[in-house]
């Protein structure tokens, strides 16, 4: 069974960044998995808003693009999220997620029915 764990998230002022961090136990990278983050406040839906191949290919949500940044690192097998120039409207439980389909596979951004696993969710609060 794949565990993401995320980290990171807090309050920050309107303009302000943040790093989250997921770290992924059971299969790792050398699954080749597509990994991307998720976002939900209350009374919205789930909505995917980066993704990244095991390749390095990168794909945002219109809502984000230009303002934040998905990466990885295989040998800790940790996927990031920096999040920079937010707005109140980010605020959000920001989940992360990994996809483990074999190729060829849409990314989670245009389509997300492939995601299989989920990590708990960490908060992000962001204040005018």
């Known amino acids: 069974q794949v565990q993401l764990v995320e980290s990171g998230g807090g309050s920050v002022q309107s303009g302000g960044s943040l790093r989250l961090s997921c770290a992924v136990f059971g299969y790792t990278y050398s699954n080749y998995p597509c990994m991307g983050w998720a976002r939900q406040a209350p009374g919205k839906e789930r909505e995917v808003i980066a993704a990244?191949?095991?390749?390095?290919?990168?794909a945002y949500a219109d809502s984000v693009k230009g303002r934040f940044t998905i990466s990885q690192d295989n040998v800790k097998n940790t996927l990031y999220l920096q999040m920079n120039s937010l707005k109140p409207e980010d605020t959000a439980m920001y989940y992360c997620?990994?996809?483990?389909?074999?190729?060829?596979?849409?990314?989670?951004?245009?389509?997300?029915?492939?995601?299989?696993?989920w990590g708990q969710g960490t908060q992000v609060t962001v204040s005018s």
């Open positions: 997620a990994a996809d483990y389909r074999d190729y060829p596979r849409q990314n989670m951004v245009v389509d997300p029915t492939g995601i299989g696993y």
């Open positions: 990244i191949e095991s390749d390095g290919i990168t």
